[in-house]
């Protein structure tokens, strides 16, 4: 997503303009734009006009348009998102008040305004137009010389690094400056990970090559690692996994992405703090019930007392049309943050999202537990 303008008063109301430019990033304006928003954008309006002899002729012309949104309708096949609204801007093709629908569409530039922007459209925003914030697998593709430093997200990967070193050749009496070319290489290599790589949202760090290079890269960064203490490499040392390339050019990338043993891997990765959250509060829930609660009333109960440790919940629940239920799951979500506890927003159109759905849509795994919330269960069924 491309941000083109971003105008926000201190009460946090005003407009943003945006570009989806990949799939995901359709995805992410449909949970961005809220019934009640206002979007402008170009469309297509089929305009009747009357020539002077009463025969009538219509035609199809482009126009700028903005409507109050009343309707979302989001196609994942055709990756669009339809607006029907009521037209709100003098337009001399489209009556004040008018309905229409807006579809906006990839590469198509739209503002979207609100009356206000909370924290949750906010870290939306940011997470799409910084894809690095969501790209939970890197990869280093590398040959002798040769290496591409790149970060993979659910529909793109990112060249953010490339390092071209030239190393003397293997021959009689060159073995010396052979080696220090090698190293010097290696470096580099390391310093782009060390540089690109964010290990606290990368979960899997991909190494492919010809031959031998990438086994005697690992060995290098990681006696480099020992020597120099480097806490980084040394605590993640188990998210780094190597495969085989035929190059170290960036295409080599597809191969080692239908890696059957990649596949298993990265598919472990994707929304894998989620799934694991998941699993986590199922588990709580049988061995340790007063430490695990569902549903809007107990976990608002166990935020009041800054019991949550870790907060499950529904994008879902944030395109809710009632303006003043949204606030409320916005607020849980800051509090949460700001008593220290982890939250983790899923994504309806993920397996775990649907789970957690089949479970009021919010959930929490307490630091301690509040039996008490249990026994408000038994009271009011005994009622």
């Not at 995901?24 to 020539?51: C, F, P």
């Not at 609100?114 to 790209?135: M, N, Q, Y």
Request: hydrophobic share 40%; charged share 30%; net charge negative.
């Amino acid at each position: 997503m491309r941000l083109v303008d971003k105008s926000i008063d201190k009460e946090g109301e005003g407009s943003i303009t945006l570009i989806p430019e990949e799939p995901e990033d359709m995805w992410h304006a449909y949970n961005l734009i809220s019934e009640g928003d206002s979007v402008r954008s170009t469309t297509i309006r089929k305009v009747q006009s009357e020539s002077a002899t009463g025969s009538s002729t219509s035609n199809r012309v482009r126009t700028m348009l903005t409507i109050t949104v009343e309707n979302i309708d989001f196609d994942t096949q055709a990756c669009m998102l339809r607006l029907k609204g009521r037209n709100i801007e003098e337009n001399q093709y489209v009556k004040m008040g008018a309905y229409h629908t807006l579809d906006l569409e990839l590469n198509r530039k739209f503002s979207l305004r609100k009356h206000e922007w909370d924290s949750v459209s906010l870290e939306r925003v940011e997470i799409s137009v910084d894809p690095t914030k969501s790209a939970d697998v890197a990869a280093v593709i590398m040959q002798e010389g040769l290496a591409h430093v790149c970060l993979i997200t659910s529909s793109m990967t990112l060249v953010r690094a490339k390092i071209d070193v030239t190393i003397p050749r293997k021959r009689k009496g060159f073995v010396q400056q052979h080696e220090k070319g090698l190293a010097k290489f290696y470096e580099n290599v390391m310093q782009g990970i060390l540089r690109h790589v964010n290990f606290d949202i990368v979960k899997c760090v991909l190494i492919g090559s010809p031959g031998f290079v990438r086994d005697q890269f690992f060995e290098y960064m990681f006696q480099m690692a020992v020597k120099l203490d480097n806490k980084v490499l040394l605590d993640n040392k188990s998210k780094f996994m190597l495969v085989h390339t035929s190059s170290g050019f960036k295409h080599s990338l597809k191969e080692v992405l239908q890696d059957p043993a990649v596949i298993n891997k990265i598919s472990e990765t994707k929304a894998a703090g989620e799934v694991k959250a998941l699993e986590n509060f199922y588990t709580t829930l049988q061995c340790e019930p007063a430490k695990a609660f569902y549903g809007k009333k107990h976990v608002e109960t166990a935020n009041e007392a800054q019991a949550i440790e870790t907060l499950l919940i529904s994008d879902n629940l944030f395109r809710c049309k009632d303006v003043n239920l949204r606030k409320e799951y916005v607020n849980l979500v800051d509090s949460v943050r700001e008593s220290g506890g982890d939250v983790k927003i899923f994504s309806s159109l993920h397996i775990s999202g649907e789970q957690l759905e089949q479970l009021t849509g919010v959930a929490a795994i307490l630091r301690f537990p509040m039996p008490e919330l249990e026994d408000e269960d038994s009271e009011a069924e005994e009622d």
